[in-house]
């Protein structure tokens, strides 16, 4: 008897810059939010009530009608021990797991070599976006990098091995003289054409692909739409990656993070209506992150980089609700001057990892973490 299981996949969305946690999932009931929030704070009638005191952002609809229904896992207070408020320095420590010293492996990366340790599959894990993000960088796990699936291909015109390799030699020679022609081989070598194969797959799926659901014309929204072009296409991938940009609100805050949070709900309204018509929303968890909150505090115009952020676990897999506790804003609680975090993000990550890619999450996120129980 064969089976007809699928295979979990997961999707995971990168909210680029610091969303602000306070202004998404806020903490209606408190007063201290308004008292922090002079010039930011979202007004009261306006906002989306949920439970435990809680309201979303009236920018995130789409996402409060799927909240209703159970398909939504609201994360509190995500965060690691000793914040970074670097961009770069964060989301590396988002990336690898490594908040001690600089990681070099990424924890999607260590999760496609579980998965497919053979490197049978060169779509097992695929990013939308331009270049590739740290997450899923390990040397000899093989991921497509699309920026537009319909013009997608490097070298793509060159047919035949031969000629492929010998093009790929030929670019490794342009960048030798700042990085040392073995370093670019060994890359390029390994990955190469791995890259080329796997484009000359996504080629097809452009044509495959039938919707009734029309996305919202934005960056999330285009790329949403490309995983749901590659996932109904059935090319056996298993972890999707893209980003949201232009989170880093310090000034003009108010309708720039309104229009972002409109721009991501919509979207994943969208995205989930697809799959659904596909019947593939069952076996699809999207995960949604970003590296750092905001200050409790706004600074007149926008928020400054803090610390104890938001994440979401959104779809049908999902056992929707609100978990781990809201931070406190009492200011003794502050942790200069921002929230504490209340769980630590490996945790959360090992939670995916293990209970829904079935994968063992010590090596992955590199210990042993509190998980929860959303999935």
Same mark, same amino acid.
């Given at each position: 008897?064969?089976?007809?299981?699928?295979?979990?996949?997961?999707?995971?969305?990168?909210? +680029?810059?610091?969303?602000?946690?306070?202004?998404?999932?806020?903490? *209606?009931?408190?007063?201290?939010?308004?008292?922090?929030? +002079?010039?930011?704070?979202?007004? #009261?009638?306006?906002? =989306?009530?949920?439970?435990?005191?809680?309201?979303?952002?009236?920018?995130?609809?789409?996402?409060?009608?799927?909240?209703?229904?159970?398909?939504?896992?609201?994360?509190?207070?995500?965060?690691?021990?000793?914040?970074?408020?670097? *961009?770069?320095?964060?989301? /590396?420590?988002?990336?690898?797991?490594?908040?001690?010293?600089?990681?070099?492996?990424?924890? @999607?990366?260590?999760?496609?070599?579980?998965?497919?340790?053979?490197?049978?599959?060169?779509?097992?894990?695929?990013?939308?976006?331009?270049?590739?993000?740290?997450?899923?960088?390990?040397?000899?796990?093989?991921?497509?990098?699309?920026? %537009? =699936?319909?013009?997608?291909? %490097?070298?793509?015109?060159?047919?035949?091995?031969?000629?492929?390799?010998?093009?790929?030699?030929?670019?490794?020679?342009?960048?030798?003289?700042?990085?040392?022609?073995?370093?670019?081989?060994?890359?390029?070598?390994?990955?190469?054409?791995?890259?080329?194969?796997?484009?000359?797959?996504?080629?097809?799926?452009? /044509?495959?692909?039938?919707?009734?659901?029309?996305?919202?014309?934005?960056?999330?929204?285009?790329?949403? #739409?490309?995983?749901?072009?590659?996932?109904?296409?059935?090319?056996?991938?298993?972890?999707?990656?893209? #980003? #949201?940009?232009?989170?880093?609100?310090?000034?003009?805050?108010?309708?720039?993070?309104?229009?972002? =949070?409109? *721009?991501?709900?919509?979207?994943?309204?969208? &995205?989930?209506? /697809?799959?659904?018509? *596909?019947?593939?929303?069952?076996?699809?968890?999207?995960?949604? &992150?970003?590296?750092?909150?905001?200050?409790?505090?706004?600074?007149?115009?926008? +928020?400054?980089?803090?610390?104890?952020?938001?994440?979401?676990?959104?779809?049908?897999?999902?056992?929707?609700?609100?978990?781990?506790?809201?931070?406190?804003?009492?200011?003794?609680?502050?942790?200069?001057?921002?929230?504490?975090?209340?769980?630590?993000?490996?945790? %959360?990550?090992?939670?995916?990892?293990?209970?829904?890619?079935? @994968? /063992?999450?010590?090596?992955?996120?590199?210990?042993?973490?509190?998980?929860?129980?959303?999935?």
């Amino acid at each position: 008897m064969t089976s007809t299981k699928k295979d979990p996949i997961l999707v995971v969305l990168q909210l +680029t810059g610091g969303n602000d946690y306070m202004n998404t999932v806020i903490p *209606h009931e408190n007063p201290l939010y308004y008292d922090n929030r +002079t010039t930011v704070g979202i007004p #009261q009638e306006d906002m =989306l009530p949920i439970d435990g005191g809680l309201a979303l952002n009236p920018a995130l609809s789409d996402i409060k009608g799927l909240y209703d229904e159970g398909k939504v896992a609201l994360i509190n207070g995500i965060g690691y021990p000793n914040p970074n408020r670097s *961009h770069f320095r964060s989301m /590396d420590i988002w990336h690898t797991c490594e908040p001690e010293k600089v990681g070099t492996e990424g924890w @999607l990366g260590r999760a496609i070599r579980d998965l497919d340790p053979k490197a049978e599959n060169v779509l097992t894990g695929v990013n939308f976006g331009r270049g590739l993000p740290r997450a899923m960088a390990l040397t000899g796990v093989p991921v497509a990098s699309v920026a %537009v =699936l319909e013009t997608y291909g %490097v070298l793509t015109g060159i047919s035949g091995e031969e000629e492929r390799s010998q093009a790929l030699d030929l670019f490794s020679r342009m960048y030798s003289p700042i990085a040392g022609t073995g370093h670019v081989m060994d890359y390029l070598g390994s990955t190469g054409l791995d890259a080329l194969k796997g484009a000359d797959i996504l080629k097809t799926v452009p /044509d495959m692909y039938r919707s009734s659901v029309e996305y919202n014309d934005s960056i999330i929204g285009r790329n949403l #739409q490309g995983i749901a072009k590659v996932l109904t296409a059935n090319l056996g991938t298993r972890i999707f990656y893209t #980003q #949201q940009p232009g989170y880093d609100t310090h000034a003009n805050q108010g309708p720039v993070h309104s229009n972002l =949070l409109s *721009h991501l709900s919509q979207a994943i309204k969208d &995205f989930y209506d /697809d799959l659904r018509e *596909h019947d593939a929303s069952d076996n699809v968890l999207m995960y949604i &992150f970003t590296e750092f909150g905001r200050r409790v505090k706004d600074n007149g115009s926008g +928020t400054d980089h803090g610390a104890g952020g938001l994440a979401m676990a959104i779809g049908d897999p999902v056992k929707g609700g609100i978990y781990s506790e809201y931070p406190s804003l009492k200011e003794g609680d502050l942790v200069e001057g921002d929230l504490e975090h209340n769980i630590d993000f490996r945790g %959360v990550y090992g939670t995916v990892a293990e209970k829904w890619l079935g @994968l /063992d999450a010590k090596p992955i996120v590199g210990g042993n973490f509190e998980q929860l129980s959303f999935v």
